[in-house]
């Protein structure tokens, strides 16, 4: 894989996605495990990609699986990280941890992977929030690709842009007319929604597949 190549088409999907076209953001790749520890104190320990400014930060891809990572991962994660950058771009001040993990792990891995557990977002503030629970990108991402569907990317990029100026709770009643609170109801609705229609799909097939059998019979 040639890196540099993989970067910038990584790039150009976060220019489409946020519609800026941040200029000098450079990609840095580590061979060395260590090197992450020394970089960075406040990474987790199965992190495989990070950023600092304008530099995403890569663990080599032939070293995922000592992480506990896929090599196939590689290029979504470079994606994740290069989102972030992104956001401190367009945001300039903090904002909630369940935002920025979301918006890039949606962008980034999509909404296939769907949450085992349910979390609270309004709970999800603070990296420390973050790292108690176990792996809450899967509700995060899925939340997004939710408020995507239903309200479409701009508002998604409005409400991103309206955090400079209010309350994460006020920027998202502004521009998805509703309180988080409910938006997150009906949200966990469509969740288990999915999940039905999965289960109904699969015992359709497995039903056909027995009265197969039993005509053979
Ligand atoms: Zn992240």
Redesign the pocket.
């Known amino acids: 894989m040639n890196y540099q190549i993989e970067f910038k088409k990584n790039y150009m999907k976060a220019c489409n996605f946020f519609g800026i076209k941040p200029k000098n953001i450079k990609l840095k790749i580590i061979k060395n495990i260590k090197l992450i520890n020394k970089l960075s104190s406040n990474v987790p320990w199965y992190a495989v990609g ?1 950023y600092n400014k304008n530099t995403v930060i890569m663990l080599d891809k032939e070293l995922f699986p000592s992480r506990g990572h896929k090599k196939r991962e590689f290029s979504k994660v470079m994606l ?2 290069i ?2 950058i992104f956001i401190k771009k367009i945001v300039k001040k903090r904002i909630p941890v369940w935002v ?2 979301g918006i ?2 949606f962008i980034a891995f999509g909404d296939k992977i769907k949450p085992k557990k349910f979390v609270n977002l309004r709970k999800l503030q603070t990296y420390e929030d973050w790292y108690k629970l176990d792996n809450p990108y899967a509700y995060c991402s899925n939340f997004f690709s939710y408020l995507n569907k239903k309200y479409g990317k701009k508002k998604i990029l409005k409400f991103i842009r309206l955090l400079n100026k209010r309350k994460p709770e006020d920027a998202f009643a502004g521009v998805f007319g509703q309180d988080i609170k409910v938006i997150e109801i009906e949200f966990r609705r469509w969740l288990k929604n999915l999940k039905n229609l999965k289960n109904e799909k699969s015992l359709k097939k497995n039903g056909k597949r027995k009265g197969d059998r039993k005509g053979n019979i």
């Open positions: 990070f994740h990280e989102c972030h920025e993990e890039c792990q």
